[in-house]
């Protein structure tokens, strides 16, 4: 069972937007930690999208944003594309793990 | 930037193993270097991290015990090592790096080309 919880599946049509959760406790999202995000395509290695929460990494599309509220945060992807379906995991730390890093179970995307 | 691992791995259960993460392109000193697993079929897995120059490290606590996380700055080199396998550590091993911000550790934003242990008698 991961410290972070995201659902395990989500889809939507090309074109269309996807929001992916990702619930912590105030341990982890919920304390001094940034929120990150990365795309895992089977076969390759993860890759960052966005980290401390809302920022882009380099080389990202303006299709994907994050945002952190309280103990959540949630990945949005607008104008999905076929490439776009991949495995997507959040991560943070968690001070009652002594400052260990954490995972969400990840979120298979399907591009319908 | 460069984190580049060590090949496949087939052992027996029991036997002993040492993966490695070859650092190169970047002031090592800056960044510490995490690993992370994925057994088959399953999500991503924080295992601990290192400090390469001073090889400060700190292990999940669920798996204290089970595997040591060192580095050699000399090499900047980074090592996973087992002293006695099981077929469950069966999986893929990726090194990352990531920095300190402030009191708080950041995102991964580099990682190896992941090392596939197959522990298996």
């Known amino acids: 069972q991961s410290v972070l919880t995201q659902p395990p599946s989500v889809s939507g049509a090309p074109g269309q937007g996807v929001t992916i959760s990702c619930t912590g406790t105030?341990?982890?999202?919920?304390?001094?930690?940034?929120v990150h995000w990365y795309q895992h395509l089977p076969g390759t290695v993860p890759r960052l999208l966005i980290h401390?929460?809302?920022n882009r990494a380099s080389g990202v599309p303006d299709r994907f944003s994050g945002s952190k509220s309280g103990t959540s945060a949630s990945l949005t992807i607008s104008g999905l594309q076929a490439e776009d379906e991949a495995d997507y995991y959040c991560?943070?730390?968690?001070?009652?793990?002594?400052?260990?890093?954490?995972f969400g179970g990840g979120t298979r995307l399907t591009v319908l | 930037v460069q984190l580049v691992q060590s090949g496949p791995e087939v052992k027996k259960p029991g036997e002993s193993l040492n993966i490695s993460c070859q650092l190169s392109?970047?002031?090592?000193?800056?960044?510490?270097v995490a690993w992370v697993r994925q057994m088959p079929g399953k999500g991503l897995e924080w295992m601990g991290a290192?400090?390469?120059?001073?090889?400060?490290?700190r292990v999940s606590p669920s798996l204290r015990g089970q595997v040591t996380i060192s580095a050699d700055r000399f090499s900047n080199t980074a090592y996973l090592q087992w002293t006695s396998l099981k077929a469950s550590d069966t999986g893929m091993y990726y090194c990352a790096r990531h920095r300190w911000s402030g009191s708080v550790q950041t995102e991964f934003d580099f990682w190896g080309q992941g090392t596939q242990v197959t522990v298996s008698s």
């Open positions: 105030s341990s982890n999202i919920g304390a001094r930690y940034g």
């Open positions: 392109g970047y002031t090592v000193t800056r960044y510490w």
């Open positions: 401390t929460n809302n």
């Open positions: 290192v400090y390469p120059d001073d090889s400060d490290n």
């Open positions: 991560q943070s730390y968690d001070d009652s793990l002594s400052g260990s890093g954490v």
